[in-house]
């Protein structure tokens, strides 16, 4: 619109050009906006159902929490099987009313937080949201049977929401002694609008988190600046010290602790693998594991989880325990409860004797349970007891 058209509406309005510019100097300047977004987040994970066979008609199989107030529930029918969403709210609200009149299970039972204000925000932020599941049904092999996709806004603060039902007199067929469930959840939360203020202020303040690891990345894979050698069997990694002193205390001790006394070149790395050495050298530049979406082998994990240990990288151990406990099954929850015990991580040990009580009936019947009996008898003891008073728990509501 040109100056002249703009006078004249203006001048249709009543209002002048001149007294038009005089309001807009007389208006405040803008010092806040308003930011409104849609929290979506996603969870992937499989739910692996050993000794399918075994589950009676109408037993209800649930899985581990993802979220402190939602929950899978699995049904074996004569015919089939279904899958369900469960809201726990209301279980949860009569477990802390059962702790109120008894104490001594406090710890065995989850509870939301006594302040109604705080208990009010963990309903908000679980509940009143669309929820989008994709989950695909394998076999033993690996092979998909049966694909589930469904979404709904979860809006009460309990009952369940059918994920998918499957049933055929012939189903027998497609599934023995496993049933494997590969799941996808989106969950669409509640829109946030928030004011966020202006900064008037210039600022050199950037969070390029992710050039910066690249960065560093290609000054390791390129050997810049590199001034030590670790020295792994007969392989060498080419490492800048002070970077690596930077993240570790334990290599900082190693490579400088003392200045005027000259770093032992090259550095002997004698009780670690190769490839879990490489990838704690890369997460001590980089923050992050290369291939930490792929399906690294277990014994690889727990070589790294090893290392970060060894070497005080606590952020890459708890990582590993992570991914551990996601590769964690029947035959190998004695390993990962005995691995965690070695290293006194008490986060990872607890995870793993909670899927032994869960899994309790199998796993004391498996081979590696007796090995850990007569190598580990404390350690079974201390696994017998946890699930004792699981089992106790349980038998008291």
Known sequence: MSANEEESQLSCENVSLE???????????????????????????????????????????????????????????????????????????????????????????????SDPVQQENVREDFFHHVIEYKVAVADKRGRERIKWKTCFSNDKDYGSYTIGEYRCNSWKTFFGEVLVLNCRVKVTKNPKTEKQNLDTKCSLESHCWE?????????????????????????????????????SSVFKKMLHHDKEQKVQNPVAITDVPLPAMKRLVQFLYTGSVEEAAKDIPLQ?????????????????????????????????????????????????KSQ??????????????????????????????????????????????
């Not at 899994?359 to 081979?367: A, L, M, R």
């Open 300 to 348: 690889e994990v727990y070589d790294l989880y090893y290392a970060a240990d060894k070497y005080e990288v606590m952020d890459l151990r708890k990582m590993c325990g992570t991914t551990l406990m996601s590769k964690t099954s029947v035959d190998n929850a004695c390993q990962i409860l005995l691995w965690a015990d070695r290293h006194s991580d008490e986060s990872l």
């Open 211 to 247: 050039k910066l690891s690249q960065d560093l990345k290609s000054m390791y894979l390129n050997s810049l600046n590199a001034d030590c050698t670790l020295e792994v069997k007969s392989e060498e990694i080419l490492v800048n010290s002070s970077i690596l002193a930077a993240r």
């Open 19 to 113: 007294e038009y510019k005089d309001v807009a100097e007389c208006l405040d300047p803008v010092d806040f906006f308003i930011v409104t977004r849609v929290p979506v987040e996603t969870y992937r994970f499989k739910w692996i159902l050993n000794q399918f066979s075994n589950i009676s008609s109408n037993k209800e199989v649930y899985s581990c929490l993802y979220s402190s107030c939602y929950r899978l529930k699995f049904i074996k029918y004569e015919n089939g099987f279904g899958l369900f969403h469960v809201n726990d709210i209301e279980v949860n609200n009569r477990r802390r009313n059962e702790n109120r009149e008894s104490p001594s299970l406090s710890i065995f039972l989850p509870v939301f937080n």
């Open 352 to 397: 793993a004797l909670n899927f032994i009580s869960l899994n309790f009936e199998t796993v004391v019947d498996s081979d590696v349970w007796r090995h850990l009996t007569d190598d580990e008898t404390k350690l079974a003891n201390e696994a017998l007891g946890f699930c004792a008073l699981k089992f106790k728990a349980g038998a008291d509501k």
